[in-house]
């Protein structure tokens, strides 16, 4: 039985329906892997792929989320630390890289939550 919160499930990648099992095989840290997905929860069973390229729709949020945090850190840095032009984006283009497998993780999380048609059922685990 999970008492797991919608948001804590949310935000640590677990499965909508029973807020316990991995929706990815591996931990963020394991770069090469960071991608990889199980088909279903590996504790209730709900699917992770309602229909084929169901993730494609997620890229729009792996945008936005680009967009935002990119502008965040871009005029944080241009307005704190006046670096010259070629630093800043390069600076912009490495946080860019570097937020993607968070990015593209959540963005896929938060696909899964909304689309996915999975609804939280205590009962599953
Ligand atoms: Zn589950």
Redesign the pocket.
């Known amino acids: 039985m999970s008492n797991t919160s919608y948001r804590k499930a949310l935000f640590t990648g677990?499965?909508?329906?029973?807020?316990?099992?991995s929706i990815f095989k591996h931990p963020i840290s394991e770069v090469m892997h960071f991608a990889e997905m199980h088909p279903q929860?590996?504790?209730?069973?709900?699917g992770f792929e309602p229909e084929p390229g169901f993730y494609f729709g997620s890229m729009f949020i792996t945008y936005a989320f680009n967009v935002v945090l990119v502008t965040l850190a871009g005029v944080t840095m241009y307005y704190f630390w006046s670096l010259p032009e070629w630093l800043f984006l390069l600076l912009v283009a490495v946080i860019a890289v570097g937020i993607m497998p968070y990015s593209f993780r959540m963005s896929r999380v938060i696909w899964l939550y909304w689309f996915g048609g999975l609804r939280y059922n205590q009962r599953?685990?």
């Open positions: 677990k499965c909508p329906a029973c807020r316990e099992g929860c590996p504790v209730c069973g709900a599953n685990s």
